[in-house]
């Protein structure tokens, strides 16, 4: 019998087409964060804010913080997340006024996220890895991302659980910076090919096969 | 007989783009027939499939980093603290500063404001008062190289005759070594130096005649007697006249003697005494030796007060004024047809004598006259913008203040005689 495909795609609303019996995937998850309940909206809290309310970009700040910390933190760590954060909105704040529109504001702030981060990785990074080279995994700025268990789960099956994400997330943070990237977005933060496009301001193609390349390289890594 | 679809050939990473497309929900139908159709007849790519599709649904499975305690709270502090300094005011405007802006800014205009005030040094009030008042009318000549001094122009015009003449007599040239020629020269420039050095005596001693005569006789035509003030009278001028004649003999007969080896240099002679040269052919070529020039120099002549509304410069004598001092002030009496006939120094330290005779031999023409030539307008417009320009608090005090002196004499102007 053979494999049937699951074909469909998640961010769009789309119901499955075909039922996939022996293939297991996950499928994305429409929204991987908590909706803030008084969100009025990308248009309206700029607009708000453009307009001079203050009360706009407080919105913003509300709604995006944790996606931002996310991937800040996936990035660079729980540690120094909080600090990507706090540089992505402030440049947001004083750069709203040029946001033409031309992409989301949730990508546009990804993509603010992500050259902070680079930026990080590329100074304070280097000088961390040379001083923690050789240090216990208690020295791992990402070993707190996988403290979460399920309270289901017996201790050995939580401990077995916590070190496959750990090899997971090591494995992840292994890949070359442009794969990791596009795994990141996509895998992880549930972005669609035309967001992680425009957060990395490449073509759609070059995100497909930066994915399928860092997928395959992740799976060497971990085989 | 039956025709066999064909099936796909996908290996690598053609397989993986397909795989890793058909996870995320992106292949087409097409695609998705073609995938299927290679995984039912490739159990390696079956094999891989799962793999991949394990791994991927592992990775969104893993928790999403839980964010710290009131994040939101703290990022909206910090930004407000950060961009509150008249951040909303600009946002009002459309204006969104980027960090550090506002400092770049005032460095900047320190920085100007550093550069305009150190080029540009206040200037003191009584220099701006003063030039309101007075407005001088400056004429500038730019003097060519030559030397100052009628007795060292005429020695200089000799030497040059001198040497051209000595080209020009072929003979002599001929028959005179080149050593006897550099002699020539050497001798032409030792009899200019005398010249000199007779004229700065013939000046001093002219100048303490003068002063001796002054207590004798007082000067007629200026009214206000100054102690130092010169009057022009003719005896003067005669005097003056036969001594530079008389130095003139002398450096003449030094000449003569200079050049008794040279005949070349016996041309010198008359030009030296003070006739003219005596026409000569043109050069064949340049002297041998160049003479010393005089590094050209500018003057300028002012009329300063109220007689510059009055009075122009029109003509000054020929050469450079002799002068110690960067500047000199004269007080100078003019007759009806703008010669002068009287001066009189307004600065305390002695003046040169060769100084004296210069700013006697300016001519001024009034203001708006003929006379005046092409400068006149300018100087009319000068004297109209003057009359009419709105007068502000300070020059109608400064005009109270004039008001309070008495009339100045209308032939009468104040000159400043000044090299650069």
Known sequence: MPARILAFDASRGEEPRVRMAPVKTAAVPAQRHPVERDWPGDEIALSRFLAGDVLGFEQIVRYYSTMVFSLAARLVGPADAEDVVQETFLRAYHGLGKFRGDSSLKTWLYAIALNRARARMGTLGRLRAVFTQGRSREDDPFASLDDATDPAASPEENAVLKERRVRLRAAIRALPEEFRAAVLLRDLEGLSYEEVADVLAVPIGTVRSRLARGRALLKEKLS | MSARPSIPRLEG???????????????????????????????????????????????????????????????????????????????????????????????????????????????????????????????????????????????????????????????????????????????????????????????????????????????????????????????????????????????????????????????????????????????????????????????????????????????????????????????VTLSPEGRVTAVRPLDARAVHPALLEFVRGLVFAPVGSALGGATAGIAEGFARDREQKPKDERSETLADKNADRPAENPAEIEVEVSTH
Request: glycine content about 6%; aromatic content about 4%; cysteine-free.
């Open chain 2, 13 to 331: 990473e053609e397989l993986d783009l397909l795989i890793s497309r058909s996870l995320d929900g992106d292949l087409s139908p097409e695609e998705s027939r073609d995938l299927e159709t290679v995984l039912a007849n490739d159990a390696a790519a079956r094999a891989r499939m799962e793999a991949l599709a394990g791994l991927v649904a592992e990775a969104r499975a893993l928790p999403a980093p839980a964010p710290p305690f009131a994040l939101s709270t703290r990022v909206n502090s910090n930004v407000s603290e950060k961009a509150a300094r008249g951040g909303s005011i600009f946002h009002r405007f459309g204006f969104y500063p980027p960090p550090g802006m506002a400092i770049g800014a005032m460095v900047v205009m320190g920085v100007v404001a550093v550069a305009i005030t150190v080029m540009n040094p206040p200037r003191p009030v009584a220099s701006i008062l003063a030039e309101r008042n007075d407005g001088p009318v400056d004429v500038f000549f730019q003097e060519s190289a030559r030397a100052p001094g009628a007795a060292r122009t005429e020695a200089r015009k000799a030497k040059d005759a001198t040497t051209e003449a000595g080209k020009a007599g072929a003979k002599q040239v001929a028959s005179a070594p080149s050593e006897s020629a550099a002699s020539a020269v050497t001798a032409v420039d030792d009899v200019v130096a005398r010249v000199d050095s007779k004229e700065k005596a013939r000046e001093e001693g002219m100048a303490s005649r003068l002063a001796e005569k002054k207590d004798a006789s007082v000067p007629s035509v200026s009214p206000p007697a100054a102690p130092n003030e010169i009057a022009l009278d003719e005896k003067q001028n005669k005097l003056a006249k036969r001594e530079a004649e008389a130095d003139a003999d002398t450096g003449a007969r030094r000449i003569r003697q200079a050049s008794a080896d040279s005949p070349a240099l016996s041309a010198a002679a008359p030009q030296a005494a003070g006739a003219i040269a005596p026409a000569a052919p043109a050069p064949a070529s340049p002297p041998a030796r160049a003479l010393k020039s005089v590094e050209p120099r500018s003057w300028s002549v002012v009329v300063r007060g109220e007689g510059a509304r009055r009075w122009m410069l029109r003509r000054a004598p020929e050469g450079r004024p002799a002068t110690a001092a960067p500047a000199s002030s004269f007080r």
